[in-house]
């Protein structure tokens, strides 16, 4: 049967056999589906918007990051005496101001020593450290490099006036 239609259309009941009338007007159709888009570029839309979706889905579950506030050591200026420096006593706390428990405090000079490699952070954030030595020195100040570690957070170092006597 002979179509008299003057348009194609993408289901002309006028034609047989009907199934492949359809899907040859849908190979041949290039005017698209909505409002003249073409239906190849619907679909890269389409996937561009779910993997857009995707995408913001797994930014969404990601923390902000965390980092150490401040070290925070209590004494302004540490005394050194013979080699042996003072007690350092310091409160790490968080990005919020909130004490962090378990992160690792150690002064990080090259010519010092500890008796131990790390100080730990208490429940409060607070540790001491003591005991540690000063091998090569000058005979005025030093600066001291305190660093926190803590993992999941960003490091953090801040120095310390040592005072030589």
Request: charged share 20%; with cysteine; glycine share 10%.
């Amino acid at each position: 049967m002979q179509s008299n239609c003057s348009i194609k259309p993408l289901i002309c009941p006028c034609e047989e056999p009907f199934s492949d009338t359809i899907l040859r007007n849908l190979k041949d159709n290039r005017e698209g589906g909505i409002e003249g888009l073409p239906l190849q570029l619907m679909i890269v839309i389409l996937v561009a918007t779910l993997g857009t979706a995707v995408i913001m889905g797994w930014m969404g579950s990601i923390d902000s990051p965390h980092f150490i506030k401040t070290i925070g050591a209590e004494e302004n200026v540490v005394t050194i005496e013979n080699g042996v420096i003072g007690d350092i006593h310091v409160h790490v706390l968080d990005e919020n101001g909130e004490p962090l428990k378990g992160v690792s405090v150690l002064i990080t000079n090259k010519q010092v020593s500890g008796p131990v490699s790390y100080v730990t952070t208490d429940e409060n954030g607070r540790a001491t450290l003591k005991g540690w030595m000063l091998s090569d020195y000058p005979k005025s100040t030093i600066k001291l490099s305190i660093s926190a570690y803590l993992s999941g957070y960003t490091e953090r170092t801040e120095q310390l006036e040592g005072l030589i006597i």
